[in-house]
């Protein structure tokens, strides 16, 4: 990695395997949710994370037209357990997750959408390559996606990476 | 991640952004080439590393056919600098890689890749999904692309990762 602080990659990767993080997006009606899946590495020379978000989410429409994210990862000691389980559960068309629910839209530096005030480390992302799953191993298919809407997986260039508080 | 030594992700970033991995495909003429881009993370409640490979390239038929590949990084007192050069500018077609190069195809323990003996730390992953690259952003294209042959995505699942020596 290039920009990313020390041991950010692995931060990102253990929050998204045990806990969640936070992926937000911004414009006229900025939104949150919890993500549980992702990666992180290097592609055309740019640190570059990848996210997949399920057309049927109100996160996707957004995404497709603004192209910018963050990730927002929980400190250890504030893990944001039941934030976590809210934004994971609630879709943005029936409620704004930004008000009520102790998730502030804190201003990001490079990008048009906000981070997660409440969380300690984020990703701010502008996505390069978007694409569709095709070709899925029929171990996974029927599982995960029984009635179709695979997800879109974004290929992001992480233009700016740092710690809050 | 839930099956990889510790800190094996921070060492896969690290080789690919600095020096390069080797990636290796079996089969009845096994190969190996060069990475510098990947990423690692979870999907599917699994580890999984991603690689792109070119359809042009040799290794892209192998692992269309058989779905498995390892990836073996270099140790930090042995960086096999030499080697990364020539597998990432020969082609497997004109060239049996493991044959008097210095880089030896010994046996994986989960997959029928081949590892690369003379490296350090090994990921086994078998292909989950593969994916073309579409709307790839104009800062991108012309760079990388300007011949068209869009790099191939593989998403594979993380089935064995170890140390040798």
């Known amino acids: 990695m290039r920009i990313v602080l020390p041991g950010a990659e692995t931060r990102f990767i253990e929050a998204i395997t ?9 414009g006229p009606r900025p939104n949150t949710m919890t993500i549980g899946w992702g990666s992180i590495g290097d592609f055309w020379n740019r640190d570059v994370m990848t996210v997949a978000v399920r057309p049927s989410r109100f996160t996707h429409e957004i995404l497709e037209r603004e192209g910018e994210f963050t990730v927002s990862v929980p400190a250890a000691d504030r893990p ?21 629910h102790g ?63």
Not at 21 to 26: I, Q
Not at 82 to 100: C, P, W
Not at 135 to 153: A, E, K, Q, S
């Open 80 to 100: 944001l357990s039941r934030e976590l389980r809210f934004a994971g559960t609630v879709s943005g068309r029936d409620e704004d997750k930004f008000r009520g």
């Open 103 to 165: 998730l502030t839209a804190a201003p990001a530096k490079s990008v048009g959408a906000p981070i997660v005030g409440e969380c300690a480390l984020h990703f701010e992302c502008r996505v390069l390559c978007r694409t569709e799953m095709d070709h899925m191993d029929p171990g996974v298919l029927p599982r995960f996606y029984p009635d179709g809407d695979l997800h879109t997986l974004y290929l992001a260039e992480v233009v700016a990476c740092y710690e809050t508080k």
């Open 18 to 26: 045990h806990g969640g993080a936070f992926l937000s997006v911004g």
